[in-house]
């Protein structure tokens, strides 16, 4: 079951779901560019990307799992775009950032968990760039920011800023309470694969 805009809310105000910050402003008004859509919430872009390195091509071994070990300094480039600037996507080319928001699905006794997909959004689509686009499953019990993957599939370089709603998070009902899973991913605080500090979120 997908949740509208408005179960979103309730489940924002109940902490089966998590968005630090908060995206706001809750409803739309004259002017007013609200991220809340009748079935997704927008996410944005922060100022962190990670590129593969041009002069250094290297084997991913998709034999061996456990990829997140090669998303490192020795392969990636980390970009940090500063305020006001863009990050230049070229024709081809692929690129992580993570959002700007920690979404968390806390599993909690006695209420039923929510887990989420991540989807583009259309007119960014029609440009050529595409988001999360093998990957959209964030399952019950994550906790991080979302690490997404772009890639650039049109003719020309897209300009992409910080901060930019970027994608969409779908929210769905899980039947039953899950049993732990951990992702290799789980709370991977950067798009080079930085893990959070023990104890932090």
Same mark, same amino acid.
């Given at each position: 079951?997908?949740?509208?805009?408005?179960?979103?809310?309730?489940?924002?105000?109940?902490?089966?779901?998590?968005?630090?910050?908060?995206?706001?402003?809750?409803?739309?008004?004259?002017?007013?560019?609200?991220?809340?859509?009748?079935?997704?919430?927008?996410?944005?872009?922060?100022?962190?990307?990670?590129?593969?390195?041009?002069?250094?091509?290297?084997?991913?071994?998709?034999?061996?799992?456990?990829?997140? &070990?090669?998303? @490192?300094?020795?392969?990636?480039?980390?970009?940090? !775009? *500063?305020?006001?600037? =863009?990050?230049? /996507?070229?024709?081809?080319?692929?690129?992580?950032?993570?959002?700007?928001?920690?979404?968390?699905?806390?599993?909690?006794?006695?209420?039923?968990?929510?887990?989420?997909?991540?989807?583009?959004?259309?007119?960014?689509?029609?440009?050529?760039?595409?988001?999360?686009?093998?990957?959209?499953?964030?399952?019950?019990?994550?906790?991080?920011?979302?690490?997404? &993957?772009?890639? @650039?599939?049109?003719?020309?370089?897209?300009?992409? !800023? *910080?901060?930019?709603? =970027?994608?969409? /998070?779908?929210?769905?009902?899980?039947?039953?309470?899950?049993?732990?899973?951990?992702?290799?991913?789980?709370?991977?605080?950067?798009?080079?694969?930085?893990?959070?500090?023990?104890?932090?979120?």
């Amino acid at each position: 079951m997908i949740l509208s805009n408005t179960a979103i809310l309730k489940a924002l105000d109940e902490g089966r779901l998590i968005i630090e910050p908060e995206p706001a402003p809750r409803s739309p008004g004259e002017g007013v560019d609200c991220p809340y859509n009748t079935s997704s919430v927008d996410l944005r872009t922060s100022n962190e990307f990670s590129v593969p390195k041009g002069d250094r091509p290297f084997r991913i071994d998709l034999t061996k799992g456990k990829y997140s &070990e090669y998303y @490192n300094a020795e392969n990636y480039d980390a970009v940090v !775009v *500063p305020e006001g600037q =863009i990050f230049n /996507l070229e024709s081809g080319k692929v690129a992580l950032v993570r959002t700007a928001e920690r979404v968390a699905f806390p599993i909690v006794k006695g209420k039923l968990p929510l887990a989420g997909r991540i989807e583009g959004r259309s007119s960014w689509a029609r440009c050529g760039l595409l988001v999360h686009f093998t990957a959209p499953t964030i399952h019950a019990g994550w906790d991080g920011p979302i690490i997404l &993957e772009l890639c @650039n599939l049109g003719p020309a370089p897209l300009s992409l !800023v *910080p901060g930019a709603r =970027i994608c969409q /998070l779908i929210v769905e009902q899980v039947e039953g309470v899950p049993f732990r899973n951990q992702s290799q991913f789980h709370q991977q605080m950067g798009p080079g694969g930085k893990k959070s500090r023990k104890g932090s979120s």
